[in-house]
Every structure is written in C-alpha cells, then in structure tokens.
C-alpha cells in the first residue's frame, strides 16, 4: 500500500511542473514554496528518481519526470472524473473519452455516432483512432474499443452487444463487366479477390456451405490491410471483396458496387464494445456505451 501522503504529493508535483515554479506552485496550492520543495524531495525519495532539472528560476522536467508527469495528469483527470460523475451532475459523461475502431467502420459508421454522442454531450471530449488489427486497450490506455466477431479472452474486460452485421461479396459494374459475375464459389477462381490481413497472414471469408457458417480462402490477387480501401479497391474496379454490408451500402445504393453469390451469405456477425474492468464504473465510459447501444438499435 502506497504512504498516506501518496495523492497529496501527486497533486503537488503535478501542480508544479504545470506552473514551472516552486513558487507558483505554492500560490495556487496556497502553502509554502518550503512546503512545496519538501514534498517534491520526499516523493524523488520514495521513487528514488530526480522528477525535475532545478535552476534559480525555473523548473523543468526530466526525461523521468515527462513520463511520471503524463501518468499522474491522466490519474488525477479519472479521479475528476469520477467525482464528478458521482455528483448532481452525474448524468452526463465528461472528461476526455479514448476510442479505437476498426478502420471502415469507424470512418463509415462508428466515428459518425460518436459524433452526435458528442454534440449531445459537450464536456465530452473524444480522442479516436482507427485500427485492424488486435489492440490490448489496457497497455495501449485506451477506454473503449469497438470489435467484430467472437471475443478471446474477455478475462480483464467488459463487452456489450452493439449490433449484428450482414456480410456481402461485391464488386463494381465495370469489373463484372469484364471478368463476368460468379455463380458459385468455384468461379472464383477466374476472379481478382481482394482480402484483408493481419500479422501478415491472408483473412478468410465467411460463407454459407450447407447450412453452416464456415471460413473460406478465396483465390488471392489483392492483400490490402485497411478495410476502407478494401472497399475503395472495389470501387475501383480491381476485384471483389468481402466487407459487413453497412460499409458498402452507399456503393451499392448508388450502384458503384455491386452484390453477388448472395445465395453464400454467412450467418450475421456481432459488433461488441469491449472496455477495461478497470474502467467498468467510469461514467463516460458507461454512458456513452449505453448511447451506442440506443444509436444502434435506432
């Protein structure tokens, strides 16, 4: 267990390299700059590490410190956060919110409801990015995820059920045109496939064989590892493609895509978020879900 003193030498450090000055620090904090300087040395003590380069009129941070300080920044803004999610004001979510999401969905789907969540919300401050491939939100401090499929371990996290997605095989007017449009899977091999990857492995697709939803490798002719232009590829006419249907709906209603092997279409796949344990009563995080969950089903 850390020493009594923990938090109030936290805050006083945090003050201070914000204000670089002792003296400064002392003023806002309303104590003694002799105050100040103690409590800074006994917390290098019990870290056993020098947090700040001092000068007769300024302090800096040291390499240490800059990494000490963006730790403490991030601790002392969720211990705001809770507190003031605990108060009158608790029914809407403040404070910075960190999101990832897969990258065709985020730009299609994800970022644009986040974006009315926001509106809805203004003390809510949105920091998203957008990835394919597998993410640990705990190492990488990241409060919410938006993921596709069955989950692995969800030992350390919390999910709940956004959405389900159809999938759809497509491809462009000009592109089947030219190569034809495949009836069954084994036209395929006359065809361009484009396909996703991670860690350097081709993905599969997803089909219907038989009743039952099974992994299928396509013949490989384009490997592009961003599901946006997966779909830009598509439009383009190189190939086809498989992606969730929402993510090519516009294509398709404006008829710059086009579906094909329907009678293959897998069985819908879930569309979870998936945020730390840790994480699991911070109001933002809470309040936001349950907004994408009502967004979803709008």
Request: some cysteine; charged content about 25%; proline content about 6%.
């Amino acid at each position: 267990m850390l020493p009594p003193d923990t938090l109030q030498g936290v805050l006083t450090f945090v003050v201070a390299a914000r204000a670089h000055s002792f003296t400064e620090a002392a003023e806002r904090l309303g104590v003694s700059k002799s105050a100040v300087g103690k409590s800074i040395a006994r917390l290098e003590e019990r870290l056993d590490t020098q947090l700040f380069h001092r000068s007769t009129r300024r302090i800096t941070l040291t390499a240490d410190g800059e990494a000490y300080f963006s730790a403490c920044s991030a601790g002392l803004e969720e211990i705001s956060t809770a507190e003031r999610g605990l108060g009158v004001g608790s029914h809407e979510p403040t404070g910075r919110l960190r999101v990832d999401m897969p990258v065709a969905f985020g730009r299609r789907v994800g970022a644009p409801l986040l974006f009315g969540i926001a509106r809805k919300y203004p003390a809510l401050q949105l920091n998203i990015t957008f990835s394919d491939h597998l993410v640990d939100p705990i190492e990488e401090g990241i409060d919410l995820l938006v993921r596709f499929g069955e989950l692995e371990d969800t030992s350390e996290l919390v999910a709940r059920r956004l959405m389900s997605q159809r999938w759809a095989i497509c491809a462009s007017p000009s592109y089947l045109a030219q190569a034809g449009e495949p009836q069954d899977l084994q036209d395929l091999d006359n065809h361009h496939c484009i396909v996703g990857h991670r860690r350097g492995q081709p993905l599969s697709w997803r089909i219907r064989r038989e009743g039952e939803t099974v992994r299928y490798a396509p013949p490989l002719a384009h490997r592009i590892g961003d599901g946006e232009v997966m779909i830009t590829g598509a439009v383009a006419g190189i190939g086809l493609c498989q992606m969730p249907r929402s993510l090519m709906k516009n294509d398709i209603d404006a008829e710059r895509l086009v579906e094909v092997l329907q009678d293959f279409e897998p069985e819908p796949v879930d569309v979870h978020a998936v945020w730390p344990r840790v994480s699991h009563l911070r109001p933002k995080v809470r309040y936001v879900v349950d907004e994408l969950v009502k967004c979803c089903q709008e």
